[in-house]
């Protein structure tokens, strides 16, 4: 788990040990997930975001090595709006060195997220098409459709997706409001909508359950490579 952008590492890795142990269990239990968090956040940078990326990205890269030499298990990789930059790097970079050698596909799945640092140039020459990312990985975007920071994008996300042959989930939050969230939640949660749910207690137990159900489909869900056509 790339710990910036809202992912839950408070509750898994943060908190107090008695807490997070427990969480971890319940997630192993209930999910057949454990959640490896990299011990960091953007705090550790001084709150400078694009510093934050190429160390996280750089631990992340050193992760995905280790994972190819069989020192440690790294089955998919989960990261937050903010936390896009640093694991785009990192994995542009780990695609560039293995070339069509890689050891095991990298699945991704992000949380409020329009995945622009992979759609995008900002990674020059290392960038790849998407109909090459959908043989070395598969996408799981989740979302909220009142979302203020990713809905503009979410048409080009929608086109991308389909074209990586991965997956994408729209929540509408808005409808679900007063279900998912506690009274202290009074309005839209916008893009804090997917950090709330493992922080505020009515949405943990509502709202958490539904994201962890889509993260266990995916991550345990055969990967098919789509090879080129010929």
């Known amino acids: 788990m790339v710990p910036v952008g809202g992912t839950p590492c408070y509750r898994y890795a943060f908190d107090e040990e008695s807490v997070c142990v427990t969480a971890q269990m319940a997630l192993a239990k209930q999910y057949g997930l454990l959640f490896d968090v990299l ?17 996280i990205g750089a631990v992340l890269l050193a992760k995905l090595r280790s994972r190819d030499r069989g020192l440690c298990r790294v089955d998919a990789v989960l990261f937050g709006s903010k936390g896009t930059q640093a694991t785009a790097l990192a994995l542009h970079q780990y695609w560039h060195e293995c ?19 992979f759609r995008d140039s900002s990674a020059g020459a290392l960038r790849l098409p998407p ?6 990985t598969r996408f799981l975007v989740v979302n909220s459709a009142q979302d203020g920071s ?15 042959r991965s997956d994408a989930v729209v929540f509408d939050v808005g409808a679900h409001l007063h279900d998912w969230y506690s009274s202290a939640v009074a309005t839209n ?28 489909a995916f991550v345990h869900r055969p990967f098919v490579a789509t090879l080129p056509s010929l």
């Open 39 to 55: 011990p960091f956040q953007i705090t550790d940078f001084n709150g400078n975001l694009p510093c934050a990326a190429v160390g």
């Open 99 to 117: 070339g069509d050698n890689f050891v095991a596909p990298t699945l991704l799945a992000g949380f409020g997220t329009d995945l622009a640092n």
């Open 131 to 136: 109909e090459q990312l959908a043989r070395r």
């Open 150 to 164: 990713v809905s503009p994008g979410l048409p080009a996300l929608a086109a991308f997706v389909a074209q990586a």
């Open 189 to 216: 949660p916008s893009h804090h909508w997917y950090g709330l749910a493992f922080r505020d207690d009515c949405a943990y137990g509502v709202l958490a359950p539904l994201l962890l159900q889509h993260l266990s």
